[in-house]
């Protein structure tokens, strides 16, 4: 029978990643600050309906009028955060429950309440700081780190041993790991063109305002820490500092395909690994796909919070085939 520790852990990864797509949902139809403060909404738990709570809620905060749209989805993300943070709780009191000594998951679940208390600090900050753009940029990146060490323990509590083909992925293991590095940067560049609002920077393909070389910032364009008290929201940086953050980002994109298509490539070519190929295959066609649709119908919404799911989906499923190419074993849990 399958471990409680384990389901929980199954059911923490699968919310986590649910957490991630509505925050691009809330990120990308500019809902970010539809809630004005922390962790309330207007001071509310939940956000201003009746018009006397609208009107109550304007005079507290002038500088942004209640927008119930906006809030609601903010408001929808904070809670379904808070399950994520109360479920990682649970695990840690599964894992260090006496019959689990030993059993190598406690560290792991440790990591994993320290980040996700970290997590609720950024999304704070991310209202407090208004948009600061490497607030939000470590708040995703934040939320994939989440994810992805819930998937390795729900690897970690699996009750049956090695998965097949684990040895025809122990050769190729320096190029996964190198795979897994290279799509880790190029989230982080994705993060960053989205908290500056560069993804329509350069609006044209495969060129960008019809030349190869347009005039870019680059000084400007990766300032990590910027003022305080700034609204940063839909940027502040011009357009030639934007355009540096797309072609980078564009750039990345390439060389992951490359590398990538080449792993795909050489999984495919091994009969016991083949359907792995074919995943990571598809997984990365797909985000390419999204990612030039993003420029060419000019970033519509449902488009644009696929290409964040995928790119989670894409993290999980390198960070699969790494668990896999160590040899690792799993050990029954209680």
């Known amino acids: 029978m399958t471990s409680s520790l384990h389901r929980l852990a199954v059911t923490a990864a699968g919310v986590a990643f649910v957490v991630i797509v509505l925050g691009a949902y809330v990120r990308l139809s500019h809902a970010g600050l539809g809630c004005p403060d922390w962790p309330g909404c207007y001071g509310q738990l939940t956000w201003p309906v009746e018009s006397h709570e609208v009107l109550?809620?304007?005079?507290?905060?002038?500088?942004?009028?209640?927008?119930?749209?906006?809030?609601?989805?903010?408001?929808?993300?904070?809670?379904?955060?808070?399950?994520?943070?109360?479920?990682?709780?649970?695990?840690?009191?599964?894992?260090?429950?006496?019959?689990?000594?030993?059993?190598?998951?406690?560290?792991?679940?440790?990591?994993?309440?320290?980040?996700?208390?970290?997590?609720?600090?950024?999304?704070?900050?991310t209202v407090t700081?208004?948009?600061?753009?490497?607030?939000?940029?470590?708040?995703?990146?934040?939320?994939?780190?989440?994810?992805?060490m819930l998937l390795w323990l729900s690897w970690r509590?699996?009750?049956?041993?090695?998965?097949?083909?684990?040895?025809?992925?122990?050769?190729?293991?320096?190029?996964?790991?190198?795979?897994?590095?290279?799509?880790?940067?190029?989230?982080?560049?994705?993060?960053?063109?989205?908290?500056?609002?560069?993804?329509?920077?350069?609006?044209d393909l495969p060129t960008c305002h019809g030349q190869w070389l347009p005039e870019v910032n680059m000084a400007d364009a990766f300032t990590l820490w910027r003022e305080i008290g700034v609204?940063?929201?839909?940027?502040?940086?011009?357009?030639?500092?934007?355009?540096?953050?797309?072609?980078?980002?564009?750039?990345?994109?390439?060389?992951?395909?490359?590398?990538?298509?080449?792993?795909?490539?050489?999984?495919?070519?091994?009969?016991?690994v083949r359907r792995?190929?074919?995943?990571l295959l598809t997984l990365l066609v797909t985000q390419v796909t999204l990612g030039l649709l993003n420029v060419a119908l000019y970033l519509p919404l449902p488009n644009a919070v696929a290409h964040n799911g995928v790119a989670a989906l894409r993290l999980g499923y390198m960070l699969w085939l790494t668990y896999r190419s160590g040899g690792r074993r799993v050990i029954r849990h209680g």
């Open 56 to 125: 109550k809620a304007n005079e507290a905060f002038p500088e942004r009028p209640v927008e119930q749209h906006k809030a609601w989805k903010e408001m929808v993300h904070r809670y379904l955060a808070g399950s994520l943070v109360l479920l990682v709780a649970a695990i840690n009191i599964l894992a260090w429950r006496p019959r689990n000594r030993g059993a190598g998951v406690r560290g792991l679940a440790a990591a994993l309440l320290v980040l996700i208390l970290f997590q609720a600090a950024l999304g704070m900050w």
């Open 129 to 148: 700081l208004k948009l600061l753009p490497i607030v939000v940029m470590g708040h995703l990146l934040g939320g994939l780190a989440t994810f992805g």
């Open 157 to 203: 509590t699996r009750l049956t041993g090695a998965a097949a083909g684990a040895h025809a992925l122990a050769p190729l293991r320096s190029f996964i790991l190198a795979g897994l590095a290279v799509l880790v940067l190029q989230i982080a560049l994705g993060g960053w063109t989205s908290a500056n609002y560069a993804a329509l920077a350069c609006p």
């Open 231 to 272: 609204d940063y929201e839909g940027g502040v940086l011009d357009l030639p500092a934007r355009t540096a953050i797309h072609l980078t980002h564009r750039v990345g994109a390439v060389v992951a395909f490359l590398l990538l298509g080449w792993l795909a490539i050489r999984l495919l070519r091994s009969w016991p």
């Open 276 to 279: 792995e190929g074919l995943v």
